[in-house]
């Protein structure tokens, strides 16, 4: 059963280093700490990083969360560079978004069992909501999704401007905060041919989440969001309120 779960950017910005000496997104990044902390602090068996990916799969074995990928050597990283030791015998290779989940829990100092599992959007949403449920279905378990809004606002952006990328990502974060039944209905239901055209990392991710909270009630609350550098990142907790009923 889900317990709670951090929703946080998937920018290797949020990792220091990455844009040399500048100092970049410092307030995501503090809140996204904080937010995979609380992931930590919880009584959960295990935690489950979520995060899109060139393929569906989940990584085994011992993995090393380099963001050479990105295009940073690990020696220019500010911080050390984390093993995980994952279920399974192989030695994969995690996605940018991945490694930068495993920063963050290696920031806040996990000790649960881990899993970390990548999705695309070429998967359907009930395919995604399926896995949300069979992830949360052993036990306490804790989420770290990654992922973001459009990266196509404005002149700034890494990708071109798309003018419709600022009402999509508002209605997305405005559904995320408030969390209720008629929201998830709305996140559910999510154009996947708009977020690809919008280069919403996060669409994915988020149908995961969807499953794995399922029907239960959910308190959300937003630590931080920002359009800084032409993206839409957020960070968020979502716990679940079973008492609630």
Same mark, same amino acid.
């Given at each position: 059963?889900? @317990?709670? !779960?951090?929703? @946080?950017?998937?920018?290797a910005l949020l ?8 100092? &970049?997104?410092?307030?995501? *990044? ?8 609380? @992931? &930590?602090?919880?009584?959960? !068996?295990?935690? #489950?990083?979520?995060? +899109? ?10 993995? *090393?969360?380099?963001?050479? =990928? ?19 015998s192989g030695q994969?290779?995690?996605?940018? +978004?991945? !490694? ?14 881990? *899993? #970390?599992?990548? #999705? ?6 009930? /395919?995604?909501?399926?896995?949300? *449920? ?30 419709r990328a600022p ?9 995320? /905060?408030?969390?209720?039944? %008629? =929201? ?12 690809? %055209? ?26 931080? %969001? ?7 990142? =957020? ?11």
């Amino acid at each position: 059963m889900l @317990v709670v !779960a951090a929703l @946080v950017p998937d920018t290797a910005l949020l990792v220091p280093g990455t844009s040399g000496d500048a100092e &970049v997104l410092v307030g995501l *990044r503090t809140a996204a700490v904080s937010a995979v902390a609380e @992931v &930590v602090a919880a009584d959960v !068996a295990t935690i #489950v990083v979520v995060a +899109p990916g060139p393929a569906p799969r989940e990584l085994s074995g011992t993995v *090393r969360p380099s963001l050479g =990928a990105a295009g940073v050597p690990d020696d220019l990283l500010w911080w050390p560079v984390p093993t995980a030791t994952l279920p399974g015998s192989g030695q994969d290779v995690p996605s940018v +978004p991945s !490694a930068v989940g495993l920063h963050l829990l290696a920031r806040a100092r996990w000790r649960s069992r881990l *899993r #970390v599992v990548e #999705v695309t959007g070429q998967q359907s949403a009930d /395919a995604l909501a399926d896995l949300g *449920r069979a992830l949360v279905g052993d036990g306490p378990t804790g989420l770290v999704v990654v992922g973001s809004g459009s990266g196509r606002h404005g002149p700034d952006a890494p990708l071109a401007d798309d003018p419709r990328a600022p009402d999509h990502d508002a209605r997305v974060l405005a559904d995320l /905060a408030d969390a209720g039944p %008629e =929201a998830r209905a709305r996140l559910a239901a999510d154009d996947p041919d708009l977020a690809d %055209e919008l280069a919403v990392r996060g669409w994915a991710p988020w149908q995961v989440l969807l499953g794995a909270a399922g029907d239960e009630p959910v308190r959300a609350r937003v630590l931080a %969001e920002s359009t800084e550098l032409g993206a839409q990142h =957020a960070v968020l907790v979502w716990e679940l309120l079973r008492d609630a009923r």
